[in-house]
């Protein structure tokens, strides 16, 4: 069977092995650091990091970063749902970013850093939607939730070196 493709809109794929997988999008700052908490998990089965909810196809990094093209950049996990649930991806998600700074995240500004959520189903749209209605109702968080949960567009696959960043060059964070 054909390996998955990282940029459709597909929710389930069929491995090699039949296992079903699904696809989950999310947005949380700096890529490198999303990826790699993501990465850790049981039953991610792949992640990519890339651009999404802009207007400029096929995005580079540059283009990205010169604010003009209104990508996020995101982390697209592809999971085994017999293994991890979306709402266990979602708790990482919630734990891995500051979901109340509106486009930035730590020391990056500017909003391809801005906390977002691209569901790709109807059932992930109403998972995302209650986990954030739960945190803000048990106020978790100080100041309101700035995520926006927003239908899935286009995924673009950033750069290769983007790819597996930290893992690559044996750090766990991105602020040392």
Not at 20 to 47: H, N
Not at 74 to 89: C, G, M, T, Y
């Amino acid at each position: 069977m054909q390996r998955l493709q990282m940029d459709g809109g597909d929710v389930e794929h069929t491995m090699s092995s039949e296992v079903k997988t699904e696809l989950a999008t999310f947005g949380a700052g700096c890529f490198w650091g999303v990826e790699a908490d993501f990465r850790q998990i049981e039953g991610v089965v792949a992640t990519a990091v890339g651009y999404e909810g802009g207007k400029t196809l096929n995005p580079t990094y540059k283009d990205v970063c010169s604010h003009t093209t209104g990508h996020a950049e995101v982390v697209q996990v592809e999971f085994d749902p017999s293994k991890v649930s979306f709402d266990q991806l979602l708790a990482v998600f919630w734990s891995s970013h500051d979901p109340t700074q509106v486009n930035r995240q730590g020391p990056d500004f500017g909003d391809q850093y801005r906390t977002v959520i691209f569901y790709h189903s109807p059932e992930q749209k109403a998972a995302a939607e209650a986990s954030k209605a739960a945190l803000e109702a048990a106020k978790h968080f100080r100041k309101p939730i700035a995520t926006q949960i927003v239908p899935h567009e286009i995924f673009y696959r950033a750069e290769e070196y983007h790819q597996q960043y930290l893992e690559k060059r044996g750090q766990r964070s991105c602020h040392l």
